[in-house]
């Protein structure tokens, strides 16, 4: 079947961003181009606590209804996968590399997992080891390194040091010098976020409002406020500013939104950003309002808005080898 | 009635401390002796959208079933409460008073609201003004001002500056000087931790633990470390340590708890308590976690581990004429 549409749009690999809360899965085509994508839902297949056995029958079978057509109509696509995928409660362990790391993956470091049409490469995730001495944290991150790689190849080339920020959940601060990830860092900003909206006292607060930009900017310049009174007092402010009558309630979420960036940027920037160029990547409203918390210390960034796994997922194929550099020419079918 | 017992251990005064989640209801005898006390459940009567006459009854009713036998038994005995009773979702709204405040609240601040069988007398709430050009940040509180006044009632008479610590689901830091709050702040510290405990991925990564006064030392550690990288990066520094085998996932809640009360101390004690002697007030555990936090910045702390809202009520009631300084006597019946 491949045959019958080489000449035109043949498909080349098959590519999955299966995280926790969310799943995309990609038929890429020469170049990476995107040829078909879908949203499997696959629920909360990596918090069952099943037995090894039902959890790859789980897992097989939510592979199999996310991409098992595709896989019929060519049999020896090759197919990749990042993501939550990859833990120790996914569908295989897929370790972690350990910064630095080179930005090229290769092929003795993807996880194999057979399944019973052909197998599955699982991306492995990457990790800080934290210093003896607590100098330095330890941090991970799994799924936002391939992301972080499909970012890069957005972007015209460049030498020098960067660093990425994916704003998020968990946002990633990743810094990359000479084409690899020598440290990141993790900030849980947006889960924050979400937990004072959805279950306390500011949420409580708050009205259904509308997007509020100056509110926005309100909470950027209280977040940036120097000297800081910490994130814990600086939230609690937003609910005095609502009962003194000097913030509607409907603009709250906005506010809170700006001290949070606020906060997370002014103390990652020195540490993961100093003299780097900036390329912010991800939800197009996120980055924007990234851009503007940077924008506070004098420090402009680029924006690709948009998720980069797709790319990151090619990038990584070709690096390990699962398919030609050029993607003229398919694989043999491969055997474990 | 109270004739037949004035001779051995008269009541004086109902002192309720209403808040929004716990309510507290207290019979003080001479001296602010406690003689009984209740714990009501008033569920979630602040919270109700209803319309001010069906609120209205609500209270009456549930202070009716929290204390109406002691009214019945002691017709002409003052009452007074502090706490969200006197807030806009309340019984009647108290107001604020607005920092600086004198620690002796004059009877012209009290709220009177009449009830079927006498009045209830209400606590006005403190509140920080911001200052126009954003330099002063706006706060809020309402009960925990009758708590601080309770707890420099238990203190050996001072005239030095002084700062409070009511550490909390809102921590408060209240600077005490010339026998005047002067400014404070608020922490949702323990907002926080309960969120993200409760409903955030450092929940799920947690087991059930047991105290670990380690893991709580280090958290301290690592919220104190120099620079900061900030709250949202440390909480999930957490569980980087627990995925990397350095942290034991039950002893995962006190690491915790030690973030996010050094965030708070290294924040709040250089803005509110520099040069100041420190008291801790409130729930002991807590207490001495806060005393742990400051000994990391060389202060010291004296603790009242106690909560001290009956000792402010009865502070409150004396200062606004509600009943004798020596509590000797009872006041005539109010007539509003």
């Known amino acids: 079947m491949i045959q019958n549409t080489l000449d ?27 040829l078909d994508v879908r949203r499997p839902d696959f629920g909360l297949l990596g918090t069952t606590g099943d037995d090894p056995e039902s959890r790859t029958r789980a897992y097989e079978a939510a592979f199999d209804e996310a991409c098992g057509d595709w896989i019929a109509a060519a049999p020896d696509l090759p197919a990749i996968a990042c993501g939550m995928v990859g833990s120790a409660q996914g569908w295989r362990e897929a370790g972690y590399l350990t910064t630095p790391t080179d930005l090229a993956i290769g092929a003795g470091d993807l996880t194999a997992v057979p399944h019973p049409r052909g197998v599955l490469h699982l991306v492995p995730g990457m990790r800080v080891a934290p210093a003896a001495d607590g100098s330095v944290p330890g941090d991970v991150m ?14 015209p080339p460049t030498d020098g040091p960067l660093t990425i920020v994916l704003p998020g959940t968990h946002s990633k601060w990743a810094r990359v010098e000479d084409h690899k990830i020598v440290s990141f860092a993790t900030a849980m900003s947006g889960e924050l976020y979400g937990l004072v909206m959805a279950h306390g006292i500011l949420g409580r607060t708050a009205t259904t409002g509308v997007r509020d930009d100056a509110a926005f900017g309100r909470g950027l310049t209280t977040g940036t406020s120097v000297p800081s009174r910490g994130l814990p007092a600086e939230l609690f402010g937003a609910r005095a500013l609502v009962l003194d009558g000097l913030l509607d309630p409907a603009s709250l979420p906005d506010y ?49 808005a948009e998720e980069a796994a797709a790319q990151g997922l090619w990038r990584v194929a070709i690096d390990a080898g699962l398919l030609d550099p050029d993607a003229s020419t398919i694989p043999e079918k491969e055997t474990l």
């Open 142 to 155: 799994r799924g936002e390194e391939t992301q972080i790689i499909g970012a890069l190849g957005l972007l």
């Open 8 to 34: 035109t749009s043949p498909p080349r690999l098959i590519a999955l961003d299966w995280g926790t809360s969310s799943q995309r899965a990609w038929l890429l085509g020469d170049g990476g181009r995107i």
């Open 256 to 304: 809170v939104s700006g001290v949070i960036i606020a906060d997370e940027v002014r103390h990652l920037l020195p540490h993961y950003a100093a003299g780097h160029r900036i390329l912010l990547c991800g939800n197009a409203d996120l980055c924007r309002r990234y851009a503007a918390g940077l924008r506070v210390h004098g420090m402009a960034a680029d924006i690709v």
